[in-house]
């Protein structure tokens, strides 16, 4: 008996067939592309990613006829407006659309907007799909008037594979039309902002059973119709799912082009304000009770790219021939210790969880004896600090921190893993798989139907631990000299 993952994102979607104990049997994904009709606006069109959708299972078909059940992940916040004869009525605006910059301080006049963190968990940000209704009702008026459903991707893929509504609290959230405190939506603030609530899916648990594949629906894309499909969730929810991270005080460590945290809290153990003055949101998480912290840097892997790639020319002529890839190379040959140097690794000048920020990115410390290994080695550190900066602030909002689990290309990097586990002072693992989210979801199918007892159960099987790197250095001199040139240079662009 197996599982089927469905993933749909923001760049593309992908099915997996996943098996009872985790491995993922086989996978299709399908890209698809933004729509841009003005500056400034980005757009996904339904109608494409259902078809993407579409395409993907049928790939999968043939390895799914032992499927039981099926979950699905999407990107939160865009909408999915529906007529009468339910065809979209218009393309759903993604969290990069920056149509709406004057809607949030519009709200900011109809509630207090730390009020509304309080209740909703989120910041009065427009990329929160309340922003985008009201974007539409004043310039789309007609989308609006006309729409017989208000969907989410979630519940909109779940309604075109079974006929039926529901959606769940972690993709509800993502509205600021959902309270956080009692687990449903807010009828206070659809009354303030006027917003129809009877036209928005149900809010059920994740995890829960929703029905069987449409029979036409099954035949076509050559799937048993006797799978059922279940309410999914947010797909940073899905992805610390299959990490085995699912209780207070866990954090998986997404290490990609940006570095994404997500903290399992208990909501009464934190200090709201300070998360609120950072912007922080707090979203339900899929065991009931329980919330996620998504913390995180944007200058991350890129970092590491934009160096190696400069020096791609001096990795290849020092170890020609050997079958390593260009990181490979830099790992191998960096420096044991960089000797003062420190880098500063804000390459992106967006930046999250402090937006006043305009330090730059640089290297401070280089002398005559200054090599490419050093200064690898100092990228490397600084990522780190960094990386230790954003959890103290969780920290200092009282929440836990008792295990890190890490995925993406970062993970994969010995040197990188065992240097960030010596900065932060906690051991990291990483995962088997690189497909967490898949794997998540597979086992949000086996609890939804009785396979295990619990989520977390459910989450410690699919979940498989491949290393485990102990801190084996101390770094507290050097993160707080780090901590110092970052103010100092902090202060120093901001009168600059």
């Not at 933004?34 to 996904?44: A, D, M, S, T, Y």
């Not at 299972?57 to 339910?86: H, I, N, W, Y």
């Not at 992805?239 to 954090?251: F, K, Q």
């Not at 994404?260 to 998360?275: P, Y």
């Amino acid at each position: 008996m197996a599982y089927i993952g469905l993933d749909v994102g923001t760049s593309g979607c992908k099915a997996s067939v996943v098996s009872p104990d985790g491995a993922v049997l086989f996978s299709k994904s399908k890209e698809y592309r933004f729509e841009l009709p003005q500056p400034g606006w980005v757009e996904l069109n339904p109608q494409i990613v259902w078809q993407a959708v579409r395409e993907v299972l049928a790939a999968v078909a043939p390895s799914a006829k032992d499927v039981r059940a099926m979950a699905v992940s999407t990107l939160g916040e865009a909408m999915v407006f529906l007529d009468a004869q339910e065809k979209p009525l218009c393309n759903g605006i993604v969290y990069l659309d920056d149509r709406c910059p004057d809607i949030p301080a519009w709200i900011a006049q109809k509630t207090d907007p730390y009020a509304l963190y309080l209740q909703t968990g989120l910041s009065n940000n427009q990329m929160f799909s309340l922003c985008r209704y009201l974007w539409l009702r004043k310039n789309r008026p007609d989308v609006v008037e006309r729409a017989k459903y208000v969907f989410l991707f979630e519940d909109y893929i779940q309604y075109l594979l079974t006929g039926e509504r529901a959606v769940d609290p972690s993709m509800a959230s993502r509205t600021m039309l959902f309270d956080i405190r009692t687990g449903n939506w807010a009828d206070n603030l659809f009354s303030l902002f006027d917003v129809p609530m009877e036209k928005f899916s149900p809010v059920v648990p994740a995890g829960t059973v929703l029905g069987r594949l449409r029979r036409e629906l099954a035949q076509e894309l050559g799937l048993p119709q006797s799978i059922q499909v279940v309410v999914g969730c947010h797909d940073q929810i899905a992805a610390n799912l299959g990490s085995g991270i699912t209780r207070p005080g866990e954090m998986l460590a997404g290490e990609g082009s940006t570095e994404s945290f997500n903290l399992i809290i208990d909501h009464a153990s934190v200090e709201q304000r300070d998360l609120y003055a950072r912007e922080i949101c707090i979203e339900p998480f899929a065991v009931p009770g329980r919330f996620m912290l998504p913390l995180g840097q944007l200058s991350h892997g890129s970092c590491i790219r934009w160096f190696v790639q400069q020096h791609s020319h001096e990795y290849e002529a020092r170890l020609p021939g050997e079958d390593l890839s260009l990181y490979q190379k830099a790992d191998k040959l960096c420096a044991q210790n960089s000797h003062g140097l420190y880098f500063i690794p804000y390459l992106s000048k967006v930046l999250i969880m402090d937006a006043s920020n305009r330090a730059p990115a640089c290297f401070l410390g280089i002398d005559a004896s200054t090599t490419v290994d050093r200064m690898y080695r100092a990228v490397l550190e600084g990522l780190s600090f960094e990386a230790r900066n954003v959890l103290d602030i969780a920290r200092d909002a009282g929440a836990n921190l008792s295990r890190i689990v890490a995925t993406g290309g970062g993970s994969r990097s010995d040197l990188f893993m065992q240097l960030k586990s010596d900065v932060i002072g906690l051991p990291v693992e990483t995962l088997a798989a690189t497909d967490g989210g898949s794997v998540g979801l597979a086992a949000l199918c086996a609890y939804a139907l009785g396979d295990v007892p619990d989520l977390d159960s459910a989450a410690r099987k699919f979940s498989k631990i491949s290393r485990r790197f102990e801190p084996s250095r101390n770094y507290d001199a050097q993160f707080a000299a780090y901590r110092k040139i970052l103010s100092t240079l902090k202060a120093l662009y901001r009168e600059l």
